[in-house]
DNA sequence: CAATTATTTAGCTTATTAGCTAAATAGATT
DNA sequence: AATCTATTTAGCTAATAAGCTAAATAATTG
């Protein structure tokens, strides 16, 4: 379970263009990109599961990636696996069903009436 | 409809410990708390419709307090209305909606398949 | 075991963000 | 019109984040 910490650091972690494209990449594979559909599919391929392969779609020094990805790791956005000499990324999937449900809880709430409705009138 | 950009700038507003409070209290009511279930559930209450209201609820200065609410309203996570000399801050419950949708989109799509699905062991 | 490949760590600089106080603005009330 | 209430803007400082290069680490290959 993701407590508030959690969920800021995944915000923050996916509050940076650089991180959001790479996020963007790994979850949809860069072709049908269901999180933002209006933005070219190109910026990653799907097959960059390596640190380098990543890096080579940005103009930003390998180091700078790598900590970027760093960054998404610890925010549970992705894990990272190193088989012999190069480390694998995957996405969290589980990270992103919880984060999922949490919008899902918010905004169904407020379509069902659970939350206290606002009186713009006072 | 939100482009990336509108995306990032909305988990910057949400990656952030003060407005994520503000926020979660503002879309929760302060009460019950789906957001995060596992924190006190009063931060701030519901019926902190202005921003000193908010404000009250914090260890922080009253123009910080506004400058956090802006950068919510600049990301179209709440809304202000100003009635005679008091502003009136409600949820943008649309914007969450289309939050929602994304997260849901992306984790179904990962549920059915539809995705590129990683080879860890090459 | 030297060289190569993949990645991280360290240390630095610059940009951005988050806080503050003081002053300005906007509207309401006396 | 003076004062009070609510909020924002301006301008400052300190902390954090994002970039870089150089060096370190880890595993593989020749």
């Keep these: 379970m ?5 969920k800021i ?3 923050k972690a996916l509050g940076n263009e650089t991180r959001f494209k790479i996020f963007k990449n790994i979850f949809t594979g860069g072709y049908a990109c269901s999180i933002d ?3 070219p599919k190109d910026d990653i391929i799907a ?3 390596c640190v380098s392969s ?3 779609h940005f103009d930003f020094a390998l180091p700078t990636i790598s900590r970027h990805l760093k960054e998404l790791k610890d925010a549970k956005i992705i894990t990272m696996k ?3 000499n190069k480390i694998y990324i995957e996405p969290n999937i589980e990270t992103m069903k919880e984060i999922s449900e949490c919008f899902t809880t918010l905004t169904n709430e407020f379509e069902t009436g ?7 009138t006072k």
Tied chains: 1, 2.
């Design 114 to 120: 659970v939350v206290y409705q606002y009186d713009n």
């Design 54 to 56: 990543i890096a080579e």
């Design 2 to 6: 993701l407590d508030m910490d959690d």
């Design 37 to 39: 559909n209006t933005q």
């Design 9 to 11: 650091k995944i915000f």
């Design 82 to 84: 190193k088989v012999k």
């Design 47 to 49: 097959q960059a599961t």
